[in-house]
C-alpha cells in the first residue's frame, strides 16, 4: 500500500517570503514523486518530479523539492513567493518498477495563498 | 497541441442513475486514468487503461466501469448513482514511460440529488 501525507493544508504567506510545503509518503520500495499545482481555474499540472538521481529537483517557475529517502519526504520550496504562486498544491507517489505510468497517490493538497 | 479534453463539464443527476463521462487524451499519450476528487480531498485513482483494457484499478465498486477506444479515448461509467459520488472527476494521459507524468483535464463535476 502507498500513502502520501501533506501537514499543512492552507498557508498563508507574504509576497517575497520563503516557502516549504511538507510531503511524506508511505511506500516499501521505488518511487517516483511529483508535486503538482492547480492555479484558480485550471487543470492540474505538474511542477517537478523525481525519479532517481540527484535527490534535489528543481522545476518551474523557480520552485524545487528534496527527496530524502531516510525521512520518506519530499517537501516543496521556493526562496521567494509571489502572489501568483497563489494556487493549491499537490504531492504525489507512483511506487514500483512498473514500466508503465500506473496509480499515483495524491495527498490531500496545500492552499497556498501569497498576500501582495 | 491538444491537452487533455473532457465533457461534459458539469452533470446533475438523480441517486440511482447511471452516467457516461468521456475524455479524451494529450496527443500522443495512449494511456488513461480516471481519478476522483472529492471536495478537500486529493485525487483518488478509480482505474487506469492502455490498449483498451483496464490495467490497474483503486479501491471503487465495480459500478464503476470504463472503456478506453482504439484512438486511446476513454469513458468512465457510473451505475446506480449514490448521492456520495458527487465530485469531481478528472482524466489524466500519460505515455507509458516510468516516469511520465499525468497530464489533466480540466474535469467533470458530477451532482448526484
Known amino acids: 500500500a502507498q500513502s502520501v501525507s501533506q501537514h499543512n493544508h492552507h498557508v498563508i504567506l507574504s509576497e517575497a517570503a520563503s516557502l516549504e510545503l511538507g510531503c511524506n509518503y508511505s511506500?516499501?520500495?521505488?518511487?517516483?514523486l511529483f508535486w503538482y499545482v492547480q492555479y484558480p481555474g485550471q487543470h492540474l499540472q505538474l511542477l517537478l518530479k523525481y525519479f532517481s538521481g540527484d535527490p534535489l529537483v528543481k522545476g518551474i517557475k523557480g520552485f524545487e523539492a528534496e527527496f530524502i529517502k531516510s525521512k520518506f519526504s519530499f517537501n516543496l520550496r521556493k526562496p521567494s513567493v509571489q502572489w501568483s504562486d497563489t494556487a493549491e498544491y499537490f504531492c504525489?507517489?507512483?511506487?514500483?518498477?512498473?514500466?508503465?505510468?500506473?496509480?499515483?497517490?495524491f495527498g490531500d493538497g496545500t492552499t497556498l495563498t501569497v498576500k501582495p | 497541441d491538444a491537452g487533455v479534453t473532457q465533457s461534459p463539464t458539469h452533470l446533475i443527476k438523480t441517486r440511482g442513475q447511471q452516467v457516461t463521462l468521456r475524455c479524451s487524451p494529450k496527443?500522443?499519450?495512449?494511456?488513461v486514468s480516471w481519478y476522483q476528487q472529492a471536495l478537500g480531498q486529493g485525487p483518488q485513482f478509480i482505474f487506469q487503461y492502455y490498449e483498451e483494457e483496464e490495467r490497474q484499478r483503486g479501491n471503487f465498486p465495480d459500478r464503476f466501469s470504463g472503456h478506453q477506444f482504439p484512438n486511446y479515448s476513454s469513458e468512465l461509467n457510473v451505475n446506480a448513482l449514490l448521492l456520495g459520488d458527487s465530485a469531481l472527476y478528472l482524466c489524466?494521459?500519460?505515455?507509458?514511460?516510468?516516469?511520465?507524468?499525468?497530464?489533466f483535464g480540466n474535469g467533470t463535476r458530477l451532482t448526484v440529488t
Open positions: 504525489a507517489l507512483r511506487g514500483g518498477y512498473n514500466t508503465n505510468a500506473g496509480k499515483s497517490t
Open positions: 489524466a494521459s500519460s505515455s507509458r514511460a516510468l516516469n511520465s507524468p499525468l497530464h
Open positions: 496527443s500522443g499519450h495512449d494511456t
Open positions: 511506500y516499501g520500495g521505488t518511487v517516483n
